[in-house]
C-alpha cells in the first residue's frame, strides 16, 4: 500500500506541474486573444512568438499585443489590448496600453491615427526586441530587456496578487483577493485620460517632449490641486497658461478628484459628482490627450470614415497664441497665426529664427545671457502684448504689486535670475502704478492689444569683448655714474639692504612656523560651518570603516580610494589626499564646492576629515566606477548600449547646468573627462572631483585664472587665461565623442592624423563620413547610428574655437530633449591645441591610465 500511495502521490504531482507548464504555455502562445492572465505568465517581444507585428502602418508603428478586450468575432471597432508598442524606427518599445481597430474580431491596419498609446509603463526606459515581461509567482509584474536588466516593475510581490486583468474602460489591473486591485493603471497616469478614468489631487498628466521624440517628457503638464485644475508650464516657478478655479476641503484621501464621464470632465467632492463642469468634451469621445504642445484633445472614432474626430481648443480662449509653445520661447504670436522674433533694437539683433517650419522652435538668443555687470544688458521694450500667465487668470497675483514701470525693469535688472519683466497698469490707479511680473523662462508672447496699457522687458545681453587688464611695464632705474663715492655709497646701501632683507625674511619664517597650528585650526573651523555636510570624520573612525584602508577601490590623483562601511550599512569612498602645497588648496575647493550643493548628478560629499596635516574626502558609493572604465576597455564584461550612453551624456549635461546656473553661485568644475564621471547601481551618471573647480560670484561672466585641467580637454581660451564656464562646455564635447567613439582622446596605437581624437573627428566631417566615428565595435551603436551622428554634432557644437559660439548646458539640453536643433553653420576647423603639443608625454600617460588599471568602483581621480 504505501508503495502504491507513493507512485499514486507522484502522479499528481507530476501531472500538477505539466498542467501549470502547459497553462503557462498556453497564456505565451495566445495571450493577445484574451484579457486575464495568471501568475508565471510570461511574454516575450520578438518574432519567434508573435511572428511579423500583428499592426504595422506607413510610418513604421507596429504593436504586439498580449492582451485584448472585447475579441467576439461580430465586434467592430476600437478595443482595448496591452503590449509591445513601438514607433517610427522600431528600435524601441514601450509597454503599453492602446487602441486598436477590430472587425470581425480581428485586428485592422487603419492609416490615420492607429493605434494610439493610453498608458505605458517605461516611457522613459524603452527596451528592446526580446525584451520580457513576466507576472512572477510572487505577484510582481516585471517588464525586463533584451539584457535582462529591470526596466520597469509595479513592485507588488508579496501582496497576494491572483492575475492580471485589462478592463473593458483599458484599466490594467492586479488583482487581489475578492478580485479587488492591487495595482492599477489608472493610479499611475501618462498623458491621458480615457472614459471613465480619474485625476485625484497630485496627479499630473505629462506628455512627450516632441512629436517625434515620444521617450522624454516635457515641461508642460495637466494637474489637480485642491485650488483647481491648471495647465502649466512646470518652471520655477510655475507659469499657468489656462486654470479653472475651485475650493476643495481638505481630505487624507482621494475623495476629491475629477473624471473623464460622458461629454465633460467634472468634478468629484467625497466621491460624488456635484455638479461643477470643469471642461466641456465632445460626448462620444473615447479618451483625451494633453499633447506636447500644450492642446488638450478628445479623440472620438468615425466607424463609418474609419477615423479619429478630433475636439481642440478645450483649454484656450484666445485660440492658438494662448500656448506657451506655439511659437517657442521669446516668439511673439500674432492673431493670424504668425510667429516672429522680437524685433531688433539698432543695428544689434538679439534674436534669430531658428526653424520656420516649426512654429515650436522659432526664436533663438544670439548671446545667451549671463549674469555680467548691468552695463553689458538691457532691455528691449516690447508694447501691446499679453503673457500666458496673465491671460490665463487676470486676478493671478503678481511678484510686486502696485509699482511703477521704471521699478519693474530695475527689479527684473537685479535679479540674476529673471529673465523678462511684463508690466500692466492698473485700470483704476490714477497714477503709474500696475502690476509687475518677473518670469525666470520666457515662452511665447502674445500680441494682443490688452484694455490697459502693458509693457513687456525683454533682457538681453549686449556682445561686448571684456579683456583682462594686462599689468603696467615697471621700469628699471639706471645707475647715473658720478663717480667712486656715489657707486660705494650705492654697494653699501645694496648690501645692508640684503641684510635687512634677510632679517625680515627670518623672521617672517618663524612667525609663520608658529602661527600653522592656528590655521590649521581656523581652517577646521571654517569648513565645520559648511552648510550641508553632514559628517566629520575622526581619523581613527575612519581607519575603522575602511578596516585600516584595507580595501582599495582605485587610484586617484591625490593618492588611493578605498572602500569603508558606515554603522548603517551603507558604504562609502574614502579618498585621502596625499602630498603638500596645493592640496589644502584642492580640499578646501571640494569641501566647500558640494559640501553646500545637492543635485542627483553629483557625487554626494559624505563627509571630511581634517586632523593634523590629514586631509580625506568620504564620498557615496558608486558601484559601477568611472566611465572611462565603460567606454575604454574592450572586454564584453564592460558594454554600454546607445540608450545608456546616450543618458549618461544627459545626467552629465544636467550635472553642468546645475553648476552653471542653479547654484547661489556660479560653479566652473575645470576638469571633465570620463575620470571624473562616476555611474551608479542604475548607470546613472554623477560629476564628481572638484578639487579644481572654481566658485564665481553671479555679477561675474569671466574669472583669471592659472590654467588647470587634463591635456585634451582643455580649451583653446584657457592660453589667454581669461575664462567662462564654456571651458566645461568645450570638455563636455570632448567627452560626447569618446562616449560615442570608445576611442580616448589620444591613441598612440593610431596613425598621426588620428592619433589625437578632436583632430579625427575635425577629418572625418571634412570627409563627409562623420558616421566612421560611432563605436564600430557595438553593433547597438551601429543599429542606432542616425542618432549617434546627430550625437557628434552637439559634440561638435560644444567643441567651436569661438566660446561664444558655443552653446550653454541648459542649451544642450533642450537639444537633447529635441526641442532645438544643432546650427548648420557650426566651424569644424579646430585647430590641434598647443597644449596638447606641449604636453604630449603627460597626455599620452593620462590615456594609458584608464585600460592599463582595472578601475574599480568609485575612482575619483584628482588633477594632474
Same mark, same amino acid.
Given at each position: 500500500?504505501?508503495?502504491?500511495?507513493?507512485?499514486?502521490?507522484?502522479?499528481?504531482?507530476?501531472?500538477?506541474?505539466?498542467?501549470?507548464?502547459?497553462?503557462?504555455?498556453?497564456?505565451?502562445?495566445?495571450?493577445?486573444?484574451?484579457?486575464?492572465?495568471?501568475?508565471?505568465?510570461?511574454?516575450?517581444? &520578438?518574432?519567434?512568438?508573435?511572428?511579423?507585428?500583428?499592426?504595422?502602418?506607413?510610418?513604421?508603428?507596429?504593436?504586439?499585443?498580449?492582451?485584448?478586450?472585447?475579441?467576439?468575432?461580430?465586434?467592430? &471597432?476600437?478595443?482595448?489590448?496591452?503590449?509591445?508598442? %513601438?514607433?517610427?524606427?522600431?528600435?524601441? $518599445? @514601450?509597454?503599453?496600453?492602446?487602441?486598436?481597430?477590430?472587425?470581425?474580431?480581428?485586428?485592422?491596419?487603419?492609416?490615420?491615427?492607429?493605434?494610439?498609446?493610453?498608458?505605458?509603463?517605461?516611457? #522613459?526606459?524603452?527596451?528592446?526586441?526580446?525584451?520580457?515581461? +513576466?507576472?512572477?509567482? *510572487?505577484?510582481?509584474?516585471?517588464?525586463?530587456?533584451?539584457?535582462?536588466?529591470?526596466?520597469?516593475?509595479?513592485?507588488?510581490?508579496?501582496?497576494?496578487?491572483?492575475?492580471?486583468?485589462?478592463?473593458?474602460?483599458?484599466?490594467?489591473?492586479?488583482?487581489?483577493?475578492?478580485?479587488?486591485?492591487?495595482?492599477?493603471?489608472?493610479?499611475?497616469?501618462?498623458?491621458?485620460?480615457?472614459?471613465?478614468?480619474?485625476?485625484?489631487?497630485?496627479?499630473?498628466?505629462?506628455?512627450?517632449?516632441?512629436?517625434?521624440?515620444?521617450?522624454?517628457?516635457?515641461? =508642460?503638464?495637466?494637474?489637480?490641486?485642491?485650488?483647481?485644475?491648471?495647465?502649466?508650464?512646470?518652471?520655477?516657478?510655475?507659469?499657468?497658461?489656462?486654470?479653472?478655479?475651485?475650493?476643495?476641503?481638505?481630505?487624507?484621501?482621494?475623495?476629491?478628484?475629477?473624471?473623464?464621464?460622458?461629454?465633460?470632465?467634472?468634478?468629484?467632492?467625497?466621491?460624488?459628482?456635484?455638479?461643477?463642469?470643469?471642461?466641456?468634451?465632445?460626448?462620444?469621445?473615447?479618451?483625451?490627450?494633453? *499633447?506636447?504642445?500644450?492642446?488638450?484633445?478628445?479623440?472620438?472614432?468615425?466607424?463609418? +470614415?474609419?477615423?479619429?474626430?478630433?475636439?481642440?481648443?478645450?483649454?484656450?480662449?484666445?485660440?492658438?497664441?494662448?500656448?506657451?509653445?506655439?511659437? &517657442?520661447?521669446?516668439?511673439?504670436?500674432?492673431?493670424? &497665426?504668425?510667429?516672429?522674433?522680437?524685433?531688433?533694437?539698432?543695428?544689434?539683433?538679439?534674436?534669430?529664427?531658428?526653424?520656420?517650419?516649426?512654429?515650436?522652435?522659432?526664436?533663438?538668443? *544670439?548671446?545667451?545671457?549671463? %549674469?555680467?555687470?548691468?552695463?553689458?544688458?538691457?532691455?528691449?521694450?516690447?508694447?501691446?502684448?499679453? $503673457?500666458?500667465?496673465?491671460?490665463?487668470?487676470?486676478?493671478?497675483?503678481?511678484?510686486?504689486?502696485?509699482?511703477?514701470?521704471?521699478?519693474?525693469?530695475?527689479? %527684473?535688472?537685479?535679479?540674476?535670475?529673471?529673465?523678462?519683466?511684463?508690466?500692466?497698469?492698473?485700470?483704476?490707479?490714477?497714477?503709474?502704478?500696475?502690476?509687475?511680473? =518677473?518670469?525666470?523662462?520666457?515662452?511665447?508672447?502674445?500680441?494682443?492689444?490688452?484694455?490697459?496699457?502693458?509693457?513687456?522687458?525683454?533682457?538681453?545681453?549686449?556682445?561686448?569683448?571684456?579683456?583682462?587688464?594686462?599689468?603696467?611695464?615697471?621700469?628699471?632705474?639706471?645707475?647715473?655714474?658720478?663717480?667712486?663715492?656715489?657707486?660705494?655709497?650705492?654697494?653699501?646701501?645694496?648690501?645692508?639692504?640684503?641684510?635687512?632683507?634677510?632679517?625680515?625674511?627670518?623672521?617672517?619664517?618663524?612667525?609663520?612656523?608658529?602661527?600653522?597650528?592656528?590655521?590649521?585650526?581656523?581652517? !577646521?573651523?571654517? @569648513?565645520?560651518?559648511?552648510?550641508?555636510?553632514?559628517?566629520?570624520?575622526?581619523?581613527?573612525?575612519?581607519?575603522?570603516?575602511?578596516?585600516?584602508?584595507?580595501?582599495?577601490?582605485?587610484?586617484?590623483?591625490?593618492?588611493?580610494?578605498?572602500?569603508?562601511?558606515?554603522?548603517?550599512?551603507?558604504?562609502?569612498?574614502?579618498?585621502?589626499?596625499?602630498?603638500?602645497?596645493?592640496?589644502?588648496?584642492?580640499?578646501?575647493?571640494?569641501?566647500?564646492?558640494?559640501?553646500?550643493?545637492?543635485?542627483?548628478?553629483?557625487?554626494?560629499?559624505?563627509?571630511? %576629515?581634517?586632523?593634523?596635516?590629514?586631509?580625506?574626502?568620504?564620498?557615496?558609493?558608486?558601484?559601477?566606477?568611472?566611465?572611462?572604465?565603460?567606454?575604454?576597455?574592450?572586454?564584453?564584461?564592460?558594454?554600454?548600449?546607445?540608450?545608456?550612453?546616450?543618458?549618461?551624456?544627459?545626467?552629465?549635461?544636467?550635472?553642468?547646468?546645475?553648476?552653471?546656473?542653479?547654484?547661489?553661485?556660479?560653479?566652473?568644475?575645470?576638469?571633465?573627462?570620463?575620470?571624473?564621471?562616476?555611474?551608479?547601481?542604475?548607470?546613472?551618471?554623477?560629476?564628481?572631483?572638484?578639487?579644481?573647480?572654481?566658485?564665481?560670484?553671479?555679477?561675474?561672466?569671466?574669472?583669471?585664472?592659472?590654467?588647470?585641467?587634463?591635456?585634451? $580637454?582643455?580649451?583653446?581660451?584657457?592660453?589667454?587665461?581669461?575664462?567662462?564656464?564654456?571651458?566645461?562646455?568645450?570638455?563636455?564635447?570632448?567627452?560626447?565623442?569618446?562616449?560615442?567613439?570608445?576611442?580616448?582622446?589620444?591613441?598612440?596605437?593610431?596613425?598621426? !592624423?588620428?592619433?589625437?581624437?578632436?583632430?579625427?573627428?575635425?577629418?572625418?566631417?571634412?570627409?563627409?563620413?562623420?558616421?566612421?566615428?560611432?563605436?564600430?565595435?557595438?553593433?547597438? /551603436?551601429?543599429? #542606432?547610428?542616425?542618432?549617434?551622428?546627430?550625437?557628434?554634432?552637439?559634440?561638435?557644437?560644444?567643441?567651436?574655437?569661438?566660446?561664444?559660439?558655443?552653446?550653454?548646458?541648459?542649451?544642450?539640453?533642450?537639444?537633447?530633449?529635441?526641442? /532645438?536643433?544643432?546650427?548648420?553653420?557650426?566651424?569644424?576647423?579646430?585647430?590641434?591645441?598647443?597644449?596638447?603639443?606641449?604636453?604630449?608625454?603627460? =597626455?599620452?600617460?593620462?590615456?594609458?591610465?584608464?585600460?592599463?588599471? =582595472?578601475?574599480?568602483?568609485?575612482?575619483?581621480?584628482?588633477?594632474?
Amino acid at each position: 500500500m504505501v508503495s502504491l500511495w507513493s507512485l499514486w502521490s507522484f502522479l499528481l504531482s507530476f501531472s500538477f506541474v505539466f498542467l501549470s507548464q502547459f497553462s503557462t504555455f498556453i497564456i505565451d502562445a495566445q495571450a493577445q486573444y484574451d484579457n486575464y492572465a495568471p501568475l508565471s505568465s510570461s511574454w516575450y517581444n &520578438g518574432e519567434e512568438t508573435f511572428g511579423e507585428p500583428s499592426i504595422r502602418d506607413p510610418q513604421i508603428t507596429a504593436v504586439r499585443p498580449i492582451l485584448l478586450r472585447n475579441t467576439g468575432v461580430d465586434y467592430d &471597432g476600437p478595443a482595448y489590448a496591452c503590449g509591445f508598442y %513601438c514607433n517610427v524606427v522600431c528600435n524601441n $518599445y @514601450l509597454f503599453a496600453v492602446f487602441i486598436v481597430i477590430l472587425n470581425g474580431g480581428v485586428f485592422e491596419n487603419i492609416n490615420d491615427g492607429f493605434p494610439q498609446v493610453v498608458w505605458s509603463a517605461n516611457r #522613459n526606459n524603452p527596451v528592446k526586441n526580446g525584451a520580457t515581461v +513576466q507576472l512572477t509567482s *510572487e505577484g510582481d509584474l516585471v517588464l525586463k530587456d533584451a539584457d535582462q536588466t529591470v526596466a520597469w516593475s509595479t513592485n507588488t510581490s508579496g501582496k497576494s496578487v491572483i492575475g492580471l486583468n485589462l478592463t473593458d474602460s483599458g484599466n490594467l489591473v492586479l488583482l487581489g483577493a475578492n478580485n479587488a486591485p492591487v495595482w492599477q493603471s489608472f493610479d499611475h497616469p501618462m498623458d491621458s485620460l480615457v472614459l471613465g478614468q480619474k485625476l485625484s489631487i497630485g496627479q499630473k498628466l505629462v506628455p512627450s517632449v516632441s512629436e517625434t521624440n515620444w521617450t522624454a517628457q516635457g515641461l =508642460l503638464s495637466l494637474s489637480m490641486t485642491r485650488t483647481g485644475l491648471f495647465a502649466q508650464m512646470d518652471t520655477d516657478p510655475p507659469q499657468v497658461y489656462f486654470v479653472v478655479p475651485a475650493n476643495l476641503p481638505y481630505t487624507s484621501d482621494d475623495s476629491n478628484y475629477i473624471k473623464f464621464v460622458n461629454g465633460t470632465l467634472a468634478l468629484f467632492t467625497n466621491s460624488t459628482l456635484n455638479g461643477s463642469i470643469f471642461i466641456n468634451i465632445p460626448p462620444a469621445s473615447l479618451f483625451m490627450r494633453l *499633447e506636447y504642445d500644450g492642446h488638450l484633445r478628445a479623440y472620438e472614432f468615425d466607424g463609418h +470614415q474609419r477615423q479619429w474626430i478630433v475636439a481642440d481648443d478645450l483649454l484656450q480662449k484666445h485660440g492658438d497664441c494662448g500656448y506657451p509653445t506655439v511659437c &517657442g520661447q521669446y516668439g511673439i504670436c500674432s492673431s493670424n &497665426g504668425q510667429c516672429t522674433c522680437p524685433d531688433s533694437d539698432g543695428d544689434t539683433n538679439y534674436f534669430k529664427q531658428i526653424n520656420n517650419r516649426h512654429r515650436n522652435l522659432w526664436c533663438y538668443r *544670439e548671446v545667451p545671457l549671463c %549674469c555680467d555687470n548691468s552695463q553689458f544688458q538691457s532691455f528691449l521694450e516690447l508694447g501691446d502684448l499679453s $503673457y500666458v500667465t496673465y491671460s490665463a487668470d487676470p486676478e493671478s497675483t503678481p511678484d510686486l504689486a502696485n509699482v511703477n514701470m521704471v521699478y519693474c525693469k530695475e527689479a %527684473c535688472a537685479k535679479n540674476c535670475s529673471c529673465k523678462a519683466a511684463f508690466f500692466l497698469k492698473d485700470r483704476d490707479s490714477p497714477t503709474d502704478s500696475g502690476s509687475c511680473y =518677473l518670469l525666470t523662462e520666457v515662452f511665447s508672447l502674445m500680441n494682443l492689444k490688452l484694455p490697459v496699457k502693458s509693457i513687456f522687458y525683454l533682457k538681453v545681453q549686449n556682445i561686448s569683448n571684456v579683456v583682462p587688464k594686462s599689468p603696467g611695464s615697471s621700469r628699471t632705474p639706471s645707475f647715473n655714474n658720478r663717480g667712486r663715492t656715489n657707486r660705494l655709497a650705492s654697494i653699501l646701501g645694496s648690501s645692508l639692504g640684503s641684510v635687512v632683507a634677510l632679517i625680515i625674511v627670518i623672521g617672517v619664517i618663524k612667525v609663520l612656523c608658529r602661527k600653522r597650528e592656528a590655521v590649521d585650526e581656523a581652517e !577646521e573651523n571654517h @569648513l565645520d560651518r559648511i552648510p550641508g555636510v553632514p559628517m566629520k570624520f575622526t581619523y581613527d573612525s575612519l581607519k575603522v570603516i575602511t578596516k585600516d584602508f584595507s580595501k582599495k577601490l582605485g587610484e586617484g590623483g591625490f593618492g588611493s580610494v578605498f572602500e569603508g562601511t558606515l554603522q548603517d550599512g551603507s558604504k562609502v569612498a574614502v579618498k585621502p589626499l596625499d602630498g603638500l602645497g596645493h592640496i589644502k588648496k584642492s580640499f578646501s575647493a571640494e569641501v566647500e564646492t558640494i559640501g553646500s550643493i545637492h543635485h542627483v548628478n553629483l557625487v554626494m560629499l559624505v563627509g571630511f %576629515c581634517t586632523e593634523n596635516s590629514r586631509r580625506l574626502l568620504v564620498y557615496e558609493y558608486m558601484p559601477n566606477g568611472s566611465l572611462d572604465k565603460w567606454i575604454f576597455c574592450r572586454s564584453s564584461e564592460y558594454v554600454l548600449n546607445w540608450q545608456q550612453r546616450r543618458k549618461i551624456v544627459y545626467d552629465v549635461a544636467k550635472g553642468l547646468n546645475y553648476l552653471h546656473e542653479g547654484c547661489r553661485r556660479k560653479i566652473l568644475h575645470l576638469d571633465i573627462k570620463p575620470q571624473n564621471i562616476l555611474l551608479d547601481t542604475n548607470f546613472d551618471a554623477k560629476v564628481a572631483d572638484f578639487g579644481l573647480s572654481k566658485l564665481i560670484d553671479r555679477d561675474k561672466s569671466q574669472v583669471v585664472t592659472t590654467m588647470r585641467g587634463t591635456p585634451g $580637454y582643455l580649451a583653446p581660451e584657457w592660453l589667454s587665461a581669461a575664462i567662462t564656464e564654456k571651458v566645461d562646455v568645450y570638455s563636455f564635447g570632448v567627452v560626447v565623442l569618446e562616449i560615442v567613439s570608445a576611442r580616448k582622446v589620444f591613441d598612440n596605437s593610431q596613425d598621426s !592624423e588620428s592619433m589625437y581624437l578632436v583632430g579625427a573627428f575635425r577629418r572625418k566631417v571634412e570627409e563627409g563620413r562623420l558616421s566612421d566615428m560611432v563605436d564600430i565595435h557595438s553593433e547597438d /551603436m551601429r543599429v #542606432n547610428e542616425v542618432e549617434a551622428v546627430n550625437m557628434l554634432r552637439i559634440a561638435g557644437w560644444c567643441l567651436q574655437g569661438d566660446y561664444r559660439k558655443r552653446p550653454s548646458m541648459s542649451v544642450v539640453m533642450k537639444v537633447l530633449d529635441g526641442l /532645438m536643433d544643432v546650427p548648420d553653420d557650426l566651424e569644424y576647423d579646430f585647430s590641434f591645441p598647443p597644449l596638447l603639443k606641449s604636453r604630449a608625454k603627460v =597626455l599620452q600617460e593620462e590615456a594609458h591610465f584608464a585600460p592599463s588599471t =582595472l578601475l574599480m568602483p568609485s575612482v575619483l581621480s584628482g588633477p594632474r
